[in-house]
């Protein structure tokens, strides 16, 4: 992912978090941006790219900057739903069972190599991303209201593993591509190898009241009739390309809306503009999508040069 220059000022609390990052993580701060924006909308992020680009660094550095509990999942062919849930364990002294939590019960859960999970562990975690709960032995036990799962896995390497279904890829907001740095940021990683700084140590740069408040005043945030048609126009446009076997759903356009929010939020507006929306289009919609030929990007590229751009934005 190219960084990009920043365009507007983000909102104080939102630099706070991304300077914290960047004290452990170097050049990523458009795809921390990015994962920000989708913990604060409650959604889940897949990162996939090769190994040792910082996925998982960015992960639990975001957690430590935000102040939320972080857990990890290794997901391997052996990996169980219990590994995941938790367990019952009997307690002879009372006759009862108690449960155990598994690390889904936390705020930030990275689950690393997704892919390599089978499908009965990875069926573990749809109810938990798609409902904020899980269910153990017939009881139902609710998740932290901050909870987002960051997936990573690694498009290079397919001997066992498993494709994610298109039923699991639909519950994650967005999919992003971290990328090989460039030249003056390797400068700048290989700089910092003898730092002692380590993502534990980074100091929780807002509080979970501050994340929970932009969470509420994204929900707040102004949407003109205009950019509600531009959403229902892109999504419309990705199911009727002649190269597409599957266009975005619903759903899709619900998350792509929400995220869009966000981010205008996350960049000190009240108002959503046609930019957020194209900017997050591909984020939110191309895991979403399977064509006949081409990727998905290129299929989104088309479809956000055929759509028009709408003008009046607040009305």
């Given amino acids: 992912m190219a960084e990009r220059e920043p365009k507007e000022q983000l909102d104080p609390r939102v630099e ?8 452990q993580v170097v050049g990523k701060r458009d795809a921390a ?17 090769v190994p040792g680009v910082g996925k998982t660094l960015l992960a639990k550095s975001l957690a430590s900057a ?18 995941i849930v938790g367990v ?16 889904v019960f936390a705020e930030i859960v990275l689950v690393d ?9 990875q069926s573990a975690l749809l109810e938990a991303m798609e409902e904020g709960q899980v269910t153990s032995e017939g009881h139902t036990y609710p998740l932290s209201d901050t909870f987002s799962v960051l997936a990573t896995q690694n498009p290079a390497e397919h001997e066992g593993t498993y494709a994610l279904p298109t039923s699991e890829l639909d519950r994650f907001l967005f999919k992003i591509h971290l990328d090989y740095p460039q030249a003056r940021d390797e400068d700048e990683l290989l700089r910092r190898m003898s730092s002692e700084i380590r993502p534990e140590a980074l100091s929780p740069a807002i509080s979970r009241k501050d994340l929970l408040a932009l969470r509420q005043e994204a929900l ?32 899709a356009a619900v998350a792509l809306l929400r995220a869009a929010k966000v981010w205008a939020r996350l960049h000190g507006r009240d108002f959503v503009l046609p930019d957020d929306v194209r900017e ?4 939110a919609l191309a895991h979403r999508m399977h064509c006949r030929t081409s990727r998905p990007l290129g299929c989104l590229d088309d479809v956000l040069a055929s759509v028009p751009v709408p003008r009046d934005n607040r009305a």
Wanted: net charge neutral.
């Fill in 16 to 23: 706070r978090v991304l300077h914290e990052v960047e004290r």
């Fill in 33 to 49: 941006l990015r994962v920000l924006c989708a913990v604060v909308a409650g959604g889940h992020v897949l990162i996939e790219d």
């Fill in 280 to 283: 997050l289009t591909p984020d």
């Fill in 220 to 251: 707040k945030t102004h949407v003109s009739q205009g950019v509600l048609s531009y959403v229902q126009q892109i999504a419309r446009a990705t199911r009727v390309h002649p190269d597409a076997l599957l266009g975005a759903s619903p759903r």
């Fill in 113 to 121: 190599e997704i892919n390599r999970a089978s499908p009965r562990a």
């Fill in 88 to 103: 019952h364990i009997y307690d002879p002294s009372r006759q009862e069972f108690d449960f155990r939590p598994g690390p």
């Fill in 66 to 83: 935000l102040d939320l509990r972080f857990s990890r999942i290794q997901a391997t062919a052996d990996l169980l739903p219990a590994d």
